[in-house]
């Protein structure tokens, strides 16, 4: 698990935003921000400065780009 802020997270994430790198995004029971790759690759973010309705904000704009989200 990787412990962030909300802007350090965004910045990790911006170069896989744009490819067919990440197989499922979602929130898991703790609230973390999961993301499966496509390689096997799981990375578990506890980001540290947002609230839920960012984070929900942040999986609708992924799910905009066409990266499957798990509800």
Known sequence: MITC?????????KPWLD?????EAYL???????????D???????IDDCSAVQL???LADMK???IPVKE
């Open 40 to 46: 096997g690759v799981k990375n578990v973010y506890e």
């Open 56 to 58: 929900a904000d942040i």
């Open 19 to 23: 490819g067919d790198y990440i197989r």
């Open 5 to 13: 802020s909300l802007n350090n997270f965004m910045e990790a994430v």
């Open 64 to 66: 905009r780009r066409g």
């Open 28 to 38: 898991d029971a703790q609230g973390r921000f999961v993301l499966d790759f496509n």
